[in-house]
């Protein structure tokens, strides 16, 4: 995230009680870096980190990464340019999903298109787009009025829909962009039919 070719944000990290020595890490990172703001919280999930670190954004649009995903080193500018030159208030990037013996995949015919948020919403429903609160820039008046639900395994399900319902305009390309780790062990690798039904609802 530090190297991105767009330089202009501010990065902030959430430390959410972390018992290992991440928060060090971190505030290391930050007096390297006057870009990057550091919270430290006790325990609460990722949904209430995603919220903290939420409320603490001053820029105007916002972009979630978690903490074993990646973003190509452009990303933040193509859509930056992309909501800006279109006044949107979301912009899609591909997402790229990576398991162990991942290769980067050869690059696709590129393809954009703009669409209201319920178009996007029902693109998804079909498969079309893929929605997850990471790896999207979001304008931050409109991500203000949602937060993600605390408790919930796929938090993304409960959050994104209803923002979709607010979004006037969306901007989607198919550029991989985000780069998402299927880690063995991770929450949504884990069996637990009880969470699983957190999707269903």
Same mark, same amino acid.
Request: with cysteine; charged share 25%.
């Given at each position: !995230?530090?190297?991105?070719?767009?330089?202009?944000?501010?990065?902030?990290?959430?430390?959410?009680?972390?018992?290992?020595?991440?928060?060090?890490?971190?505030?290391?990172?930050?007096?390297?870096?006057?870009?990057?703001?550091?919270?430290?919280?006790?325990?609460?999930?990722?949904?209430?980190?995603?919220?903290?670190?939420?409320?603490?954004?001053?820029?105007?649009?916002?972009?979630?990464?978690?903490?074993?995903?990646?973003?190509?080193?452009?990303?933040?500018?193509?859509?930056?340019?992309?909501?800006?030159?279109?006044?949107?208030?979301?912009?899609?990037?591909?997402?790229?999903?990576?398991?162990?013996?991942?290769?980067?995949?050869?690059?696709?015919?590129?393809?954009?298109?703009?669409?209201?948020?319920?178009?996007?919403?029902?693109?998804?429903?079909?498969?079309?787009?893929? !929605?997850?609160?990471?790896?999207?820039?979001?304008?931050?008046?409109?991500?203000?009025?949602?937060?993600?639900?605390?408790?919930?395994?796929?938090?993304?399900?409960?959050?994104?829909?209803?923002?979709?319902?607010?979004?006037?305009?969306?901007?989607?390309?198919?550029?991989?962009?985000?780069?998402?780790?299927?880690?063995?062990?991770?929450?949504?690798?884990?069996?637990?039919?009880?969470?699983?039904?957190?999707?269903?609802?």
């Amino acid at each position: !995230i530090q190297g991105q070719t767009f330089s202009a944000f501010e990065i902030i990290l959430v430390d959410d009680g972390s018992t290992d020595q991440s928060g060090r890490i971190c505030d290391k990172m930050a007096e390297t870096d006057a870009r990057i703001h550091v919270i430290h919280k006790a325990n609460g999930g990722l949904s209430d980190a995603r919220n903290a670190g939420k409320k603490a954004a001053s820029g105007q649009f916002l972009i979630f990464v978690d903490s074993d995903d990646f973003i190509r080193e452009d990303a933040l500018e193509i859509l930056y340019k992309h909501a800006t030159e279109k006044c949107a208030d979301i912009v899609f990037g591909g997402v790229c999903n990576c398991y162990e013996n991942w290769q980067e995949p050869a690059p696709d015919q590129v393809q954009t298109y703009e669409c209201t948020g319920l178009e996007a919403l029902k693109k998804a429903f079909l498969g079309d787009i893929t !929605i997850t609160a990471c790896g999207e820039l979001i304008r931050a008046d409109v991500c203000s009025t949602h937060d993600f639900q605390v408790g919930k395994t796929y938090e993304d399900a409960f959050f994104m829909p209803p923002l979709l319902l607010d979004v006037k305009k969306a901007v989607v390309t198919n550029v991989p962009l985000y780069y998402y780790w299927h880690r063995a062990g991770s929450i949504t690798t884990k069996c637990d039919p009880e969470k699983a039904m957190d999707i269903v609802e």
